[in-house]
């Protein structure tokens, strides 16, 4: 069983597969990553969905936009006033005290830690144990937070540089709020003075569509479009399909596999239609 699969490599998972040729092989994700998907569209893996939120739980209501501290300052206080918490991600280490001293100046009735993956295992461990015991109110940190955090007291997230990210990683921030029966916000920044690259808007647009319980199948395909599905029997977990388009693609691919697994292959009629009438 491999939880969390879009965090392994392909060697890694290849490993498993050399353990026993035969095998049984569970992955479970909510953002899979652009291969593992295509790999189950067409046949080649069993695709079960998981489409049910827990009892109780609510969309996360998501702000996709340019940076403004005002708002991010009122997000932040209004969690303070209903007791709970917030995750504030800052993905540049070298730069991420200055954020947490910028913040403390700002918010200084917010009690403010910091945390990051650079840090010493113990240092880090009794940063997130004191978090979650309710001992800071905000937790300055980087993307360290995307999966295996479970506090339902934090329910609101703010991205600086959501610009940067990939749609899974945007998706699995915004999955660490909301994970109690409380409204969850989630703020997604991108700098005011500098302009998206295409495929950055695009990622943003999606992330700020989908925003409903469930959505990461759908995310999941929208980052297959954006990003293509890469080599099937190579490395690469994703790659450019724009050269054939992304429907003809999956079709080709279908018919390969059909093809290997000894199957009849459909192939599509053809109609001949002739038109008494002179075409000039």
Not at 12 to 41: G, Y
Not at 144 to 172: C, F, K, W, Y
Not at 196 to 202: D, F, G, N, R, V
Request: with cysteine.
């Amino acid at each position: 069983v491999v939880d969390e699969e879009q965090r392994f490599g392909v060697q890694h998972k290849e490993r498993i597969k050399k353990l026993k040729t035969n095998v049984d092989v569970l992955t479970l994700s909510a953002t899979p990553i652009p291969r593992t998907l295509e790999m189950s569209l067409v046949g080649i893996r069993d695709l079960s969905l998981l489409q049910t939120p827990p009892a109780e739980r609510q969309p996360i209501l998501t702000y996709v936009g340019e940076y403004d501290e005002r708002v991010a300052i009122e997000a932040i206080r209004r969690e303070l006033l209903r007791e709970g918490q917030v995750f504030w991600v800052h993905n540049r280490v070298r730069s991420i005290e200055t954020a947490a001293a910028r913040l403390r100046q700002l918010v200084p009735e917010a009690r403010i830690a910091v945390a990051h993956g650079q840090m010493d295992e113990g240092t880090l461990e009794q940063v997130v144990v004191d978090f979650w015991e309710g001992q800071y109110d905000v937790l300055v940190c980087t993307t360290i937070i995307e999966s295996g955090i479970d506090m339902p007291t934090v329910n609101t997230l703010v991205v600086e540089r959501a610009d940067l990210l990939g749609l899974g990683q945007m998706h699995q921030l915004r999955g660490r709020v909301g994970r109690s029966g409380q409204r969850a916000y989630a703020y997604l920044f991108h700098p005011q003075d500098k302009v998206l690259s295409e495929e950055a808007y695009e990622r943003l647009k999606t992330i700020g569509e989908a925003t409903e319980l469930g959505s990461g199948f759908k995310i999941a395909m929208r980052d297959l479009e954006i990003r293509g599905a890469g080599n099937l029997l190579g490395e690469s977990q994703s790659g450019h399909i724009a050269s054939v388009g992304y429907d003809l693609y999956c079709q080709m691919v279908t018919e390969a596999v059909s093809e290997m697994k000894g199957e009849p292959i459909k192939q599509p009629s053809e109609i001949k239609l002739d038109v008494p009438s002179d075409a000039f």
